[in-house]
């Protein structure tokens, strides 16, 4: 249990919060027609439907859109980044941009696959009349070394793909030096906790992403955010939360699997800005106004242990 035994001596030196701390927000939303990559005939409609719905949901919020998609909705697009909105880009199709997964169909995309559709993906922006893309997320959190090459190499700032889901510190990783990127992952409590699929025992990490948060009661949502700030601090970054919900989350769906998914979910989301609030100080940020924070860490250390393995 190298992990556990890394974390306990990091949060040894942990000082417990003493009075409200002031938390950066960012609430990001994967833009993607069908279901990710749970292509079950889901269409873009969907996508265009909840663009249109999110308005006025919050200040200063960041959407990653699927660049398949900017082309149909260049006109609402245009107008939410006029309001303020950051949009980043959240592959083409949803391909995969590192290697197989076995919970995945898709096959790695070659280098020259990633470098056209990665310009494609550009190129959309472009002829909407959008802001080139600084930011990406890759489709399921699944990156690899070259994606970031390229990323950098087309002018990219801010990377938000590293696997939270396989457990991680929720603290930026820099990539590339000065001028290369900065990786700021989906929050995710670092410590596991053991589940089972079937009489498999695993260990679990809770990301913050919509499903785990919805599933989460107010007490533990509150110990999880507590622990993570005090991680972030030590570790000598300014507390901060990214969370991950997805376009068709917000719209309702048949599939058993999908039941959590509704309108009201926009509800929730200010439920939940309201409960952080009663604890912490809240500001909501965009992704690279929360990366523009972590300048200032780039020649830190601490940066380089942020993958717990
Ligand atoms: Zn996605």
Redesign the pocket.
């Known amino acids: 249990m190298l992990r556990a035994r890394k974390l306990r001596q990091i949060m040894k030196h942990a000082q417990p919060p003493t009075e409200t701390r002031t938390v950066f927000l960012v609430l990001t939303f994967?833009v993607?027609s069908e279901y990710?990559?749970h292509r079950v005939g889901g269409n873009g409609v969907a996508a265009s439907q909840f663009l249109g719905n999110i308005q006025n949901v919050s200040e200063n919020m960041t959407i990653f859109v699927q660049g398949s998609l900017v082309q149909q909705n260049s006109e609402i697009l245009r107008s939410l980044e006029r309001q303020g909105i950051e949009i980043g880009l959240?592959g083409y199709r949803?391909e995969l941009w590192g290697p197989a997964q076995w919970y995945l169909a898709d096959r790695p995309l070659t280098l020259q696959e990633k470098k056209s559709l990665l310009e494609a993906g550009m190129e959309a922006f472009r002829a909407a009349g959008l802001r080139s893309p600084a930011i990406f997320r890759s489709?399921?959190l699944v990156a690899d070394t070259s994606t970031l090459q390229l990323l950098a190499e087309k002018g990219f700032r801010v990377d938000s793909s590293l696997p939270s889901h396989r457990g991680l510190l929720p603290v930026p990783v820099f990539f590339g030096g000065p001028e290369g990127l900065i990786r700021i992952p989906v929050t995710v409590d670092p410590t596991p906790s053991l589940s089972r699929k079937g009489l498999l025992p695993y260990y679990r990490y809770l990301v913050f992403d919509l499903k785990n948060l919805k599933e989460m009661k107010t007490g533990e949502l509150l110990q999880h955010v507590s622990r993570i700030v005090v991680l972030q601090e030590t570790l000598g970054f300014l507390p901060h939360l990214v969370i991950l919900c997805?376009s068709w989350e917000f719209l309702n769906q048949s599939a058993e699997e999908w039941d959590y998914c509704c309108p009201a979910n926009f509800e929730f989301l200010r439920n939940l800005d309201s409960i952080l609030s009663e604890n912490f100080s809240v500001r909501h940020v965009s992704m690279s106004t929360l990366a523009e924070q972590f300048k200032g860490n780039k020649t830190d250390a601490v940066s380089s242990c942020s993958v717990l393995e």
């Open positions: 994967d993607e990710g990559s959240h949803h489709p399921n997805h």
